[in-house]
Every structure is written in structure tokens, then in C-alpha cells.
T-cell receptor, first 108, second 122 residues
Framework: DIQMTQSPSSLSASVGDRVTITCRAS??????LNWYQRRPGKAPKLLIY???SLQSGVPSRFSGSGSGTDFTLTINSLQPEDFATYYC??????????FGQGTKLEIK | QVQLQESGPGLVKPSQTLSLTCTVS??????????WNWIRQHPGKGLEWIAY???????YYNPSLKSLVTISVDTSKNQFSLKLTSVTAADTAVYYC?????WGRGDTFDIWGQGTMVTVSS
């Protein structure tokens, strides 16, 4: 299985900050990397697909980059609703999809 | 807007069978080239993909769970279901259903249900 490692596992930031979350794959996955947001009591939400494509309806303060084994999710100008847990997911080895362990973004 | 909603018992006894259903609303489960999935998250752990089905009944399972899991689809009810046999405490988790789509650049879970917590305990 392709292992996905996110860092950091938790992060404290303030409204208006810029934050970056990293995801590393155990082998090259090209651009087959998606990012999701999970807020308590809400359905997980697709933010970014294919490493850098913004899902329709997602605010432009979210962006993704990377290819191969190293990827980043950046959130510019944090808003209160952005405090959540974020997951990366690889889709190279479909359908054996694997996810990162999550990064919990908390208010400082 | 397509929405997914999981339903099932919140508590299951060890060795029993867990049955969950995902109801698709706002669209037909039979339309488009989608796969319908179950994913779970153990307390404090990451997400684990379990299985998927197409609306025609083509299925694929996570090999680590294959012998215990059955996924099925009922197009007349616009639902798909998961059965997990011989459950143990290790099956305690939040179970999500999700739609899988391929836009030409990899498979993506574009719509998820809110999740349902299942506890295995006597």
C-alpha cells in the first residue's frame, strides 16, 4: 500500500494567518492527490483534486501544489470556518485508496 | 445537489453483523460513471477505505476486510449498503459513505455523507 504522511499532525493559527500543510507519499503518485476538510458534525468536503485543481465552490484562499511524493495545501487568510481537520488522499493505486492521518487546525 | 445519508444501528454486539445503508438523494444512483463507497475512521485514527460498488453491482473490496464485508446496491431505493460480519471492538468507528468520480485526473471522493458512529460492545 502507498503510505501517506501528513505534517504537522496539529497546528494552531489565528484568523487571517496563512498556513501550509504537507503530505508526503511513500512512492511517486504523480498528481493523484486530493485534499479534504472535515468539520465536526459535517460531511467531509473535497477541497482540491489532482494536486492543484480547486473544487467548484471552494474559496480561492485554498490552494494545492506538488507532484511526485511531496504536496502542500495552503490556506491564505484563515477564516473561522477553516478551523477543521484536513486529510490528503492518494488515488494512484486505485481502488486501494489511502489517506493521510489528518492535520487538525485549531484556533490560537 | 446530490446528498448522501448513512443510517444504521449505533451499537452492535461483538460477533454480530453490522448493517449500514447509504441513501442517495437529489440524483439517481444509476446516473453517471460513479462508484459508491464505504470508508471508516477509527477513533483517533486515519480514514480507511472499505469497498465500492457501481450501480450495476460491480464491486471491489479492501483485501484486509474482504472476507468479512459485503457491499450491495439497490437502485429501486437509490441506496447502497454495507454488511460487516463477526464484528469486534476493532470495528468501532465512524462509517462514511461517499461517491467516487473520475474527472480524468485520478479518482476523487467528491460527495460524502456526514458519517454514522458505530460502537461494538456487549
Amino acid at each position: 500500500d502507498i503510505q501517506m504522511t501528513q505534517s504537522p499532525s496539529s497546528l494552531s493559527a489565528s484568523v487571517g494567518d496563512r498556513v501550509t500543510i504537507t503530505c508526503r507519499a511513500s512512492q511517486s503518485i504523480n498528481i493523484y492527490l486530493n485534499w479534504y476538510q472535515r468539520r465536526p458534525g459535517k460531511a467531509p468536503k473535497l477541497l482540491i483534486y489532482a494536486a492543484s485543481s480547486l473544487q467548484s465552490g471552494v474559496p480561492s484562499r485554498f490552494s494545492g501544489s506538488g507532484s511526485g511524493t511531496d504536496f502542500t495545501l495552503t490556506i491564505n487568510s484563515l477564516q473561522p470556518e477553516d478551523f477543521a481537520t484536513y486529510y490528503c488522499q492518494q488515488s494512484l493505486s486505485t481502488p486501494m485508496f489511502t489517506f493521510g492521518q489528518g492535520t487538525k487546525l485549531e484556533i490560537k | 445537489q446530490v446528498q448522501l445519508q448513512e443510517s444504521g444501528p449505533g451499537l452492535v454486539k461483538p460477533s454480530q453483523t453490522l448493517s449500514l445503508t447509504c441513501t442517495v438523494s437529489g440524483g439517481s444512483i444509476s446516473s453517471g460513471s460513479y462508484y459508491w463507497n464505504w470508508i471508516r475512521q477509527h477513533p483517533g485514527k486515519g480514514l480507511e477505505w472499505i469497498a465500492y460498488t457501481s450501480y450495476t453491482g460491480n464491486t471491489y473490496y479492501n483485501p484486509s476486510l474482504k472476507s468479512l464485508v459485503t457491499i450491495s446496491v439497490d437502485t429501486s431505493k437509490n441506496q447502497f449498503s454495507l454488511k460487516l460480519t463477526s464484528v469486534t471492538a476493532a470495528d468501532t468507528a465512524v462509517y462514511y459513505c461517499a461517491r467516487l468520480v473520475n474527472w480524468g485526473r485520478g479518482d476523487t471522493f467528491d460527495i460524502w455523507g456526514q458519517g454514522t458512529m458505530v460502537t461494538v460492545s456487549s
